[in-house]
């Protein structure tokens, strides 16, 4: 059966690419040789990866921590100077000795992320914090010589990969230098000093990021931008690409501001490497910071409003508030998380999960608990989630979608029992119905996407099944769309899929 997509992805590649030709100044054809959305990817539908750092210790407000503690009059500032002291005195790079990871095993995590149904998972390689959770021979601050003095990097890289996953390592790095004079900074509104608005660890007089001490300007960015990008942004994506093979490489936003030449000189190295190598990698960026057609596209805390043509991803967090752990933080509960998963597949989406260890290396059990509730129920519903594509609509119901705040729609949406999405099988011979709340005892659930007029109208079913339950299905079909009675004795705290076989 031919895919639906076909049509709609013809009918937008002109304007893709036109989007992309204005704003990129070099040529980026050469990359169209590489294959940017390998069908292990498309297959994939999840990753997990996790804020875990320094910025851990403080166990307070977010991983903006390093940032924050730098601003008079910010709420971060005034905990800092009153747990720590003032920050020209104990600085950001003072945590790192704290940072020991005590209890951190890596076979443990990665049974623990397979346990949950992911397909990849890895570390955020390093955050705008500019420490580096890898073997690094180019910043001191790494993981192999301070804090924990073990390569983080590398024992999840072989565990990972030990239980049959693909490995990511994702950048946030581009913000790491200091920029004082980028025309885009302006006032920050607690007190007088100066926002920086692209640049992290602010040089504040009298602050370490302000220090000209050798060892600390590689954690907090204070070095001549040419050699910053040449030693330190790009040196360190071809150092973890070289000793750690990653499948996929993830980038924070901000890239916009790596110089375009930096950014084409990456994605060479990476995908040429991975060529030597046998891999078929992947880049995914937010933004407009790589060409549509050379990498994966990636919407913060986000989803999109309708099928995509091209293979897309959503970098989403288990929790509500930090993307690292803190006293604070709470968990959402699993039936938001795996409908976040179900919408943004039925739009030929991934969905990248964080999770948030703390320091000690340990994951709390209410974040566990999170993560093996949705691996049971992907061990029940895998097949409907697990290397399927989009079907001609992603679905229907009555809940509307509020807009995302870094572009998109909220992943936080509260749906109801006559919202339904749709899947299919690559070969077209099944259907997947997801029905997103657990409907009442003698709810009739109708599927509006089969009535006339409606994209599955000419689409014949030959029976229907509810996946995980042996109860028999009771339906019917007629111009208003397939009614399915509720079931009786299976129940479902995150979804019902049925299971519709085409002729």
């Known amino acids: 059966m031919k895919s639906p997509l076909t049509t709609l992805t013809l009918a937008t590649t002109v304007v893709l690419s036109s989007l992309s030709a204005d704003e990129f100044k070099l040529d980026w054809t050469e990359f169209h040789q590489f294959e940017n959305e390998p069908e292990w990817f498309k297959d994939s539908k999840i990753g997990i990866y996790f804020h875990w750092g320094p ?46 990871a005590e209890h951190f095993d890596a076979g443990e995590w990665a049974e623990l992320f397979k346990k949950a149904g992911a397909r990849f998972a890895g570390p955020v390689a390093e955050h705008h914090d500019g420490f580096a959770m890898w073997d690094s021979e180019i910043t001191p601050w790494n993981v192999a010589d301070k804090g924990p003095k073990r390569d983080i990097t590398g ?71 040419d050699q910053w990008l040449e030693e330190v942004w790009l040196g360190k994506l071809k150092e973890v690409i070289d000793n750690y093979d990653p499948d996929i490489i993830w980038f924070d936003a901000w890239l916009d501001k790596i110089p375009e030449d930096y950014r084409r ?52 967090t288990v929790s509500f508030g930090s993307w690292s752990f803190t006293d604070t933080l709470k968990i959402k509960p699993v039936s938001m998380v795996v409908h976040g998963l179900i919408d943004i597949v039925s739009k030929n989406g991934v969905l990248l999960l964080n999770i948030s260890p703390k320091a000690d290396g340990t994951i709390p059990e209410d974040q566990k608990n999170v993560l093996l509730e949705m691996g049971e129920w992907l061990e029940m519903n895998g097949e409907a989630i697990y290397a399927t594509r989009p079907w001609y609509v992603y679905g229907e119901g009555p809940t509307q979608y509020q807009k995302g705040t870094h572009g998109g729609i909220k992943t936080t949406t509260i749906y109801t029992s006559k919202d339904i999405r749709y899947t ?40 229907i099944q509810l996946i995980g339950s042996t109860e028999k299905v009771e339906w019917k079909r007629d111009m208003q769309g397939i009614h399915i009675e509720a079931p009786n004795t299976f129940e479902s705290e995150i979804a019902l899929v049925y299971r519709l076989r085409t002729n």
């Open 155 to 225: 024992e999840l890289e072989k565990a990972i990969r030990a239980e049959g996953m693909k490995f990511i390592a994702t950048f946030h790095h581009a913000r790491n230098l200091q920029r004082p004079n980028d025309p885009e900074n302006y006032e920050y509104e607690f007190g007088h000093r100066r926002h920086y608005n692209h640049t992290h660890m602010p040089a504040f007089e009298g602050m370490p990021p302000a220090s000209e001490d050798d060892e600390l300007k590689y954690l907090y960015g204070n070095m001549p931008e």
């Open 424 to 463: 299919q099988s690559k070969d077209g011979s099944y259907v997947y119905a997801f029905v997103l709340k657990q409907p009442g005892k003698d709810e009739v659930i109708t599927l509006e996407s089969f009535k006339r007029g409606k994209a599955g109208e000419a689409l014949a079913i030959d029976s």
């Open 265 to 316: 000189e990456y994605l060479k190295y990476y995908y040429e490497e991975g060529k030597k190598k046998g891999q078929q990698v992947v880049t995914t960026y937010k933004q407009r910071d790589f060409p549509d057609d050379v990498a994966v596209f990636n919407i913060e805390k986000g989803g999109k409003k309708t099928i995509s043509p091209e293979v897309w991803q959503s970098d989403d």
């Open 55 to 100: 910025y851990s210790v403080p166990e307070h407000s977010s991983e903006w921590y390093p940032r924050w503690m730098h601003f008079e009059g910010h709420p971060v500032y005034k905990h800092h100077v009153e747990k720590y002291g003032h920050p020209s005195e104990f600085g950001y790079h003072d945590f790192v000795p704290m940072f020991k």
